[in-house]
């Protein structure tokens, strides 16, 4: 019998009413996989490793986080997105799977793994951030750390406001572009040739499916930027399944510290390295390893 293959979108419902934007693609009668995608993203980030996840027997199903697309926002929070997890697992009728995050959606991973310890078999972290302001020298003046001082007072609406200002300026008339390609080209200007070696016509373009969503508001941005640039609200010295950590040495965005912190204190941890890897090519261009290691 053939695999089915073509990505379903559904919109899931939870118990307090919210309604979820869901995208379910790869094999889809393989191995449940939860994509938790990175920042700024949405659901159709996961289009960018689908072609693995069909190689792989994989069932990659992704939902876009609070304050992206029409999810609605909430309090930041890691914990809170680990528990929508479970409930949208539930809604598509997936028991037991693994847990892939990618960048900014490493700790949300490392949350949905902690929200289902007897449900979440493997999870894997790709290139994912950690408590950054730990890990990373004090600048002074860098306006993400005021404004995170500012959530650390309880002033969390305003950090909130800071950051959706930032969002804004960083990324303005970047939806003006029409072109889907010339788009990807405007958001990854300045990014290093020798890191987009994966990014081919076809990545582009669900990429700028991608963006197109992602970029629509501020909202998500902003509570990512809070939930995991603040105190966390996990405790990941609890996650009982196994963790494969992969990072990459050239890593300017997130360096390899934030994946040795982890390991650091992850019980059941593997970090993998990739000695010459920037942030594009760690995150999007091993996922045939990353996958099959995930539902081994």
């Not at 697309?69 to 997890?85: F, M």
């Not at 960048?103 to 949350?111: C, E, H, R, V």
Request: aromatic share 6%.
């Amino acid at each position: 019998m053939r695999a089915q293959t073509a990505a379903v979108e559904r919109v899931v419902t939870l118990p307090d009413g919210r309604r979820i934007a869901v995208r379910e693609g790869g094999d889809l009668d393989g191995v449940p996989v939860l994509f938790q995608h990175g920042t700024p993203g949405s659901r159709h980030q996961a289009g960018l490793v689908e072609a693995a996840a069909r190689r792989c027997g994989v069932r990659l199903i992704s939902a876009n986080r609070p304050g992206y697309g029409t999810t609605p926002d909430t309090a930041p929070s890691l914990t809170s997105v680990g528990a929508d997890a479970m409930l949208i697992a539930d809604e598509v009728g997936v028991t037991r799977f693994g847990v892939a995050g990618v960048s900014g959606g490493g700790p949300y991973a490392l949350a949905t793994a902690l929200a289902g310890p007897h449900r979440v078999s493997r999870v894997a972290v790709v290139a994912g951030i950690g408590p950054w302001r730990g890990l990373r020298p004090a600048v002074p003046g860098d306006p993400e750390r005021d404004l995170l001082d500012l959530a650390d007072q309880g002033r969390v609406e305003a950090a909130l406001t800071g950051f959706r200002a930032l969002f804004t300026t960083d990324h303005r008339g970047l939806l003006d572009i029409e072109d889907d390609e010339a788009l990807v080209d405007a958001y990854l200007d300045g990014a290093p040739a020798a890191d987009l070696g994966w990014l081919d016509r076809e990545k582009k373009l669900s990429w700028a499916a991608d963006l197109r969503e992602a970029l629509t508001r501020p909202d998500g941005y902003a509570r990512d930027n809070v939930a995991w640039g603040g105190d966390w609200d996990i405790d990941v010295t609890a996650v009982t399944c196994p963790v494969r950590l992969y990072y990459g040495g050239d890593d300017r965005l997130v360096p390899a510290a934030h994946g040795h912190w982890l390991a650091d204190r992850l019980p059941l941890a593997t970090m993998v390295l990739y000695p010459a890897a920037g942030h594009g090519t760690t995150s999007f261009a091993y996922w045939d390893e990353v996958l099959r290691a995930v539902t081994e």
